[in-house]
């Protein structure tokens, strides 16, 4: 029995989580990954610090000869043109890695195939404001966080998808991922991040009667009309307007014309 997380009485969570088993060793969109490793650089005080053996050399050289060994020195990248070398291989610095939760953002087909190596991932941290804050979280309101409830003992409190910490991850990371490691969020809250998605990072291509105003004065056009019937049904509207429902086939879904 999969679902005997919540018996008849209890209190009904609002349950984004998906309470089927997962598949060890399968990954999907819309996947919590309670710990993958997560790079952070943060801006320091003055510069960005580079690491560097004792002579100098960089250490990836140093390890194509087996091994660095002994210290490495921290330098300011600031301190002169010369610390930086010129040839485009880059160089090592100072950052934090550190495994945390983090939501699976990729596609499930790109996950799947072989020729992909990597995943694209959001860390997840907690949201430590409750109230009007909290609120426009769960509403979708904040452009840059996908709101995640809690779901202990991995998430402990409200929590959310950074999306302005995007990153990858190099699948090896997870190359063996027991069920233990992931849980799935719902379809329909894996179709709300794909919403979400797609109006923080795109440029809106269509307006939602049930949560959009019409963003100019315009004549806004029904898509399920002219995607299913070539009917085109139309309603003008003021900036700011009300876009209502479509009167023929009851869609929610506005183009406007002539963008
Ligand atoms: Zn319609």
Same mark, same amino acid.
């Given at each position: 029995?999969?679902?005997?997380?919540?018996?008849?009485?209890?209190?009904?969570?609002?349950?984004?989580?998906?309470?089927?088993?997962?598949?060890?060793?399968?990954?999907?969109?819309?996947? !919590?990954?309670?710990? %993958?490793?997560?790079?952070?650089? &943060? #801006?320091?005080?003055?510069?960005?610090?580079?690491?560097?053996?004792?002579?100098?050399?960089?250490?990836?050289?140093?390890?194509?000869? +087996?091994?660095? +060994?002994?210290?490495?020195?921290?330098?300011?990248?600031? #301190?002169?043109?010369?610390?930086?070398?010129?040839? +485009?291989?880059?160089?090592?610095?100072?950052?934090? =890695?550190? #495994? /945390?939760?983090?939501?699976?953002?990729?596609?499930?087909?790109?996950?799947?195939?072989?020729?992909?190596?990597?995943?694209? !991932?959001? &860390?997840?941290?907690?949201?430590? /404001?409750?109230?009007?804050?909290?609120? =426009?979280?769960?509403?979708?309101?904040?452009?840059?966080?996908?709101?995640?409830? @809690?779901?202990? @003992?991995?998430? $402990?409190?409200?929590?959310?998808?950074?999306?302005?910490?995007?990153?990858? !991850?190099?699948?090896?990371?997870?190359?063996?991922?027991?069920?233990?490691?992931?849980?799935?969020?719902?379809?329909?809250?894996?179709?709300?991040?794909?919403?979400?998605?797609?109006?923080?990072?795109?440029?809106?291509?269509?307006?939602?009667?049930?949560?959009? #105003?019409? @963003? %100019?004065?315009?004549?806004?056009?029904?898509?399920?009309?002219?995607?299913?019937?070539?009917?085109?049904?139309?309603?003008?509207?003021?900036? $700011?307007?009300?876009?209502?429902?479509?009167?023929?086939?009851?869609?929610?879904?506005?183009?406007?014309?002539?963008?």
């Amino acid at each position: 029995m999969s679902s005997n997380a919540i018996t008849p009485g209890d209190a009904q969570p609002e349950n984004h989580y998906d309470l089927s088993p997962v598949e060890a060793n399968q990954l999907y969109q819309g996947e !919590v990954l309670v710990d %993958v490793p997560i790079l952070n650089m &943060p #801006k320091p005080e003055s510069c960005w610090s580079l690491l560097r053996t004792r002579t100098g050399r960089r250490i990836h050289e140093a390890l194509k000869e +087996g091994g660095i +060994g002994g210290l490495v020195q921290v330098l300011d990248s600031n #301190k002169s043109k010369e610390q930086w070398y010129a040839d +485009g291989l880059g160089d090592y610095v100072m950052a934090i =890695l550190d #495994k /945390r939760p983090a939501l699976v953002l990729s596609q499930t087909c790109d996950i799947s195939q072989a020729s992909k190596t990597r995943i694209l !991932v959001a &860390p997840i941290r907690e949201h430590a /404001r409750a109230g009007a804050a909290l609120d =426009l979280l769960k509403a979708g309101k904040i452009g840059a966080a996908f709101w995640l409830e @809690p779901h202990p @003992p991995q998430l $402990q409190n409200d929590s959310y998808a950074d999306l302005e910490q995007i990153q990858t !991850v190099h699948k090896s990371y997870i190359k063996r991922i027991t069920d233990d490691r992931h849980f799935r969020l719902k379809a329909a809250r894996t179709r709300a991040l794909q919403r979400h998605l797609t109006k923080y990072f795109g440029r809106p291509n269509s307006y939602d009667s049930r949560e959009d #105003k019409a @963003p %100019v004065k315009g004549t806004y056009m029904c898509t399920s009309c002219f995607y299913f019937d070539g009917h085109v049904s139309r309603q003008d509207c003021d900036e $700011q307007g009300t876009l209502f429902t479509c009167g023929r086939c009851q869609g929610t879904s506005w183009i406007l014309k002539g963008r």
